[in-house]
């Protein structure tokens, strides 16, 4: 039984990750490495991975200050409303990415709640980097804090207890008792938020407008190259997307073991 469990495992992991990770790989190169660089060196590919680079510094980090304050509030104190706190978080899990960019353009649209005053002052929310770094927070803030809760629930409050038996406040337990027990869970989960954030498609969707050179990401870069039939440039920068989250992915695995210890 232990093989035949095996042996399905791994033809699913075969038929579901390997053979498409393949298929990128072999598209990429199927018209030789000069098709290839050129795919990568051009002005629009370049734009969207500036984009989704800068996007993902400047999402990720809101995302782990939210992430840790969140948690601490949840796990250490009590108070009213912390079941909605709780709800709120899981939200993005619930709700499907485009209702989610479509809910920004609805408030922030030119028709939109505030969409004639942000006209009327020259404000570019949607069809801009402000929308897209909206929509990417929405999607990706439950990580961070989702990756820490169970486990700082898990520790208790032994520990911050003594610390403030022994005189210490607010911040400096935070230093040095609390965040050296959590170091670990909260670099796996600003690893799984960033990998979201550079691979996020539905709400940036959108939000950002499809504007070449400017508003594209690179999962939105990939889109038009293949709907354009230019299939050998799409499958080339989907290599940077493979490449980047074969990155996050060794970092995972190496934060696995290091949380496992």
Known sequence: MKWVLITLA?????????????????????????????????????SALRLTLLVAVITVPLNTIFGVAAAWAITKFKFRGKQLLVTLIDLPFAVSPVIGGLIYVLVYGVHGWFGPWL?????????????????????????????????????????????VTLGA?????????????????????IILCNARAMGEFGAVSVVSGHIRGETNTLPLHVEILYNEYQFSASFAVASLLLMLAL???LLKSWFTRKSSH
């Open 10 to 46: 791994a033809l699913v992991l075969i038929w579901l990750i390997v053979l498409p990770l393949a298929v990128v790989i072999t598209e990429a190169l199927k018209k030789g490495w000069g098709v290839y660089v050129e795919a990568i060196r051009d002005p629009d590919a370049l």
């Open 119 to 163: 006209q009327e002052h020259d404000i570019k929310i949607i069809f801009a980097l402000p929308g897209i770094i909206l929509a990417t927070l929405f999607v990706t803030f439950p990580f961070v804090a989702r990756e820490l809760i169970p486990l700082m629930e898990d520790q208790g409050q032994q520990e911050e207890e003594a610390a």
């Open 169 to 189: 406040r607010g911040f400096r337990i935070f230093w040095k008792v609390t965040l050296p027990n959590i170091k670990w869970g909260l670099l796996y989960g």
């Open 247 to 249: 990155v996050t992915l």
